[in-house]
Structure formats: C-alpha cells, structure tokens
C-alpha cells in the first residue's frame, strides 16, 4: 500500500477568492498548497477591465504570505458591452488569462453576464482570432428548464451552436456536472477541455435533501444523480488531458449559506488535495492524481509544470480540519466530505528536497 506521494505542485484552474475579509481570509489556503490559480472575476462591481484586474491581483497578493510562491491568474467578467480590444490588449500583456462567461442570473454575482450570446459574438469572435480562452458557467436560466437539466440544455442550445460557428474558439466548460458534459468534451477532437471540482466528485444530490436540507452542501452548478458522479470520477481519474482540476472553491459567510436563500458554493481549497488523493486512491488511480492537479491544466494554458513539487502523507490516523475559519466578523463553514481523510500534505518539507527525492 503506497502511503507517501510525491507530485508536481498542483493548479486550481477555476477559484474563488472574492475580496476584503474573506479574501485575507482564505487565499493563504490556496497559496500554500497551488502553485497559481485562475482566478474567478464575479467580484461586485465585477472585473470587467484589464485595469480592474490588475487591482484585484494587486489586493491577493497582499494578503498571500511572502514565503508561499504563488500566481494568480486573472480573468474578465464578459458582458454584452465588453470591448473586444480591451480583452486582446490584457491577453498580449499577459495580465489577462481568459474570459468568463457567466450567463445572466446563472449563480453568485452573475447579474451582469450575457443574456444574448449574439450580442457577445464580436469579442468571441476576437477571442477565436488571438487564442484566448473562454470560460463558460455552463448552464441556461430559463425559469421553464429544470435546473437538473440546465447543463445539458446549455451545451444545445448556446455551447454547440457557438463552437460551430467559432471552430478555433478554444473553451473551458467550467465545473461539469452531467455525463452529459463529459461526453460532450470527449467528442472534441481540439479546442474544448473541461474542468472538476473536488465536492462534485463525492456527492451526488442525495447529500442535499436526504435526511434534511443542507445548505452547505448547496452550489451551482448543482449536485446531480449518482451516475453523473459516477461519470465526472471517471474522467478524474482517466489521465484524458481534456480534464483537470478547478475546484471551484467559493467561500460564503455561514450567514449567508443558512438563510431563507442561501448562497451557492463551497469552501474547499483548503482541503482538497488530501480529499483528491483519498479519492483516487478508492478508485485504484493514485499514480493519476498528478496528471488531473499538476499536468493537464498547464499544458492547456500552455504553461510550464510547476517546477517545485508537493508531498502528501497516509497518516494512521484521520485528518481532523476545524469546520469553521474566522473572516472578519463572520465565519466561513470548511467542506467536510464525509467520510475519513487519511492522507496529508506535508508542508514542512523543503522544495528543493522533494525535487531531489523525485528525481533520484
């Protein structure tokens, strides 16, 4: 039984850090165990300009530890009044990683987004010309469709559509949910990869309702049937470089979850690289777990791996996390994934001395 592993220090293709309290709150948790992050723009006001954005990198690296060595990388807010040449100009200076696009009213700050894909088509249209990828929240918002089906009634509707229209389009399908998500990412042959998060891969829409309602276990794109699960673990786990890790990690104040309307989203940076290994070690891929944290997303960005590396431990005993963290006067729920966590991210030991020990 192998209880000690030694990975390129992984990515979070698709975080949440949002801003103020809550930012200084929870960005030394991704920057203590991710090298960078794509970093999610839904702030309010959201971040619509190359200007806007720097800003935002200038407030996380603020408050990120000046021993973690740690890269955010920043993203536009699409809106149907974007102007192409604002976008191309961040992505030529490499401020700008990509654009989101949040379809209207589809989850947490989204009000802003594109209600009108025809209306946006001239920036994607410049997107498709300069490389720059695209960053979809996949999912409709026509009150008619249940919201069970929004994901696949998206790739129908507006995704397909688009990348036909745009072949050269390069697209992230943010956080898939559906079986049908994943087929519709394995059935492009370029231009189309997807991300996973962690609390998809463990829970199905059971952990919301049976036994009670709990809100913490409440996000969007929602939790759905065991066998989308059951498909989304399997991709994971597949080395398929069209997938890798974003874990859409979204931390709201525990008022805000436990509310008459209750904020979608879940505080997982803090813990998912021990869930992950617990995870693939259950389905027999540990010696994957590099390619979906470490590999895929860099080689999609066309970044080099991380050149420092990680090192997480099977301890004998189950890891115990605090199910709370302070942000200013509120407080932030931890995911809790439950069942027990044995391994553990050893972060006492030095970079250089795992990079020999991987090596040798």
């Known amino acids: 039984m192998k209880n000690e592993l030694i990975l390129t ?3 979070d293709m698709h975080l949440h850090l949002r801003d103020g309290d809550i930012l200084a709150a929870v960005a030394s948790y ?5 090298g960078r992050a794509i970093i999610m723009p839904n702030l309010v006001p959201p971040v619509t300009t190359v200007n806007a954005a720097l800003a935002y990198r200038d407030r996380v690296m603020a408050v990120v530890p000046a021993t973690d060595d740690f890269t955010p990388m920043m993203t536009l807010y699409l809106t149907e009044a974007t102007n192409p040449e604002e976008i191309a100009r961040g992505f030529a200076s490499g401020a700008v990683k990509a654009v989101k696009l949040y ?7 989204s009000e802003g987004g594109v209600r009108d894909i025809k209306k946006v088509m001239p920036v994607l249209e410049k997107m498709a010309e300069i490389g720059m990828p ?11 469709i249940d919201i069970f089906d929004r994901e696949a009634v998206f790739i129908d509707r507006v995704l397909d559509p688009v990348r036909r229209a745009l072949p050269e389009l390069r697209v992230v399908m943010e956080h898939v949910t559906t079986k049908n998500g994943v087929d519709y990412v394995k059935s492009a042959d370029r231009g189309l990869v997807a991300t996973l998060t962690t609390h998809h891969l463990i829970l199905n829409r059971n952990a919301i309702l049976a036994g009670g309602i709990r809100p913490h276990y409440y996000c969007l794109p929602v939790l759905k049937r065991e066998k989308h699960r059951l498909a989304l673990r399997a991709a994971a786990v597949s080395a398929d470089p069209r997938f890798f890790l974003g874990t859409d990690s979204a931390p709201h104040p525990i008022f805000a979850k436990e509310s008459p309307c209750g904020c979608a989203g879940m505080f997982t940076s803090i813990n998912t690289m021990p ?6 070690e259950q389905e027999g891929k540990l010696g994957q777990l590099e390619t979906f944290t470490s ?9 080099a791996p991380n050149s420092a590396k990680i090192r997480l431990v099977k301890r004998t005993r189950p890891q115990i996390w605090p199910n709370r963290i302070s942000a200013g006067p509120d407080e932030i729920m ?3 994934p439950g069942f027990p966590v044995f391994w553990d991210l050893d972060r006492h030991k030095r970079p250089a001395t795992l990079q020999k020990e ?3």
């Open 103 to 109: 379809p209207a009213g589809a989850t947490t700050n």
């Open 275 to 280: 869930i992950l290994a617990t995870v693939f």
């Open 134 to 144: 695209l960053l979809v929240h996949g999912e409709v918002t026509d009150p008619e």
């Open 295 to 303: 590999l895929n997303g860099a080689a999609f960005y066309g970044i």
């Open 9 to 11: 220090r992984p990515d």
């Open 358 to 360: 991987a090596t040798s």
């Open 334 to 336: 931890v995911f809790d």
């Open 30 to 34: 991704s920057s203590r165990d991710f």
